[in-house]
């Protein structure tokens, strides 16, 4: 009998058909991505950098962990590591506003002169939160120390201070927009307290613990329609719904990520979206506790790196480890932008993102990075009969 072995490998006509199915699987995948691209409705661009005047010597000691717009949409204060809330006007931050420049033009600002002022902080700031009904005079915030306080930036001093979490970090701070006088932090003590800012100790209104283990809670937010929902997002990969008026247990828990939840955000009375340091967003319907898309493109492994909702618009924003801006339609799994940071530091990642609520034919979107660079992104829909 001759001997074919020479000859004929058994795998090799396996190996050549596996090979040709990624390839076609391949092309399939970056024809569907480059369809979906197409179909966004928006074109954005960079407007605005912000940075030190000694950033070539940036470091992590600048990192910004948090961006807010206020409620007027004009003001954005920013927190992070370098123990400062800074204020700036958003005509400051986009001086193509007020000129005749081209809008895709990038002018570079240092924050000095950009920013209108600025507030030291006794420790590393982890979260921000304008305060519903102050007409922007009031700020919260949360801190590696546990503490929660808020600042009149009127007179730029703090007139509230809370510190109930054991001296562990508080990973997020908000407050119902019911009663604007009662807030919420999550901790890395594994609890969500409510308090009350109308008494002097800031009195625990209720406190609630989702992990049986105690994972730390790591995002809080209430319904910002005016609900009885507060959600909470946690390091043992889930969702948790709570009803203010009855709040021994959840009223829906949504599981799905694969690790921990760092953001989670409303985008109406009944969809909420998550985001996971395993590198992905989810779309949740809270009445079936069903997951509706998964959004991936990013990278995100390890670090907190934001996330924003833009509701009118129905876009997504978020950081990326990679050193990228990431901007989601709710419609599509795939990003319809992205924008690599201008970050000079080898391992630097865009750490927070920030929508402004505000326009229909035109949006915002503030990202700020490990680095402490502040960048402002403008996006304009584009014609319909173009």
Known sequence: MKNFSTKFHPDSHHHAKESHNQETRRQIKETIEEEEKARCEWDFSLSTIVSSRNNSTASISDALGVIEFDQTNSIVATGGIARKIRIYNLESLLPHESTSQDVHHTVCLDHARAGDYYICTPAKLSSLRWKPGSDGRVLGSGDYDGVVMEY????????????EHGGRRVWSVDYSHCDPAMGASGSDDGTMQMWDTRSESGECVATVQPSVRRSAVCCVEFNPFGGPI???GCADRKVYGYDLRM???PLFVLDGHRKTVTYIKFLDNVTLVSASIDGCLKLWNSDSSNVTRTYHGHVNSRSFVGLSVWRDGGLFGCGSENNKVFVYDKRWSEPVWVHESSSTGRDG?????CWRQAGEDQCTLVAGGSDGI???FQGRRKSQTG
Request: aromatic fraction near 8%; glycine fraction near 0%; charge should be negative.
């Open 152 to 163: 009149d930036l009127e007179r730029r001093v703090p007139i509230f201070e809370r510190d």
């Open 230 to 232: 507060v959600a909470i």
């Open 247 to 249: 709040m021994a247990d």
């Open 349 to 353: 990642f865009v750490s927070s993102v």
């Open 374 to 376: 502040l960048q402002v």
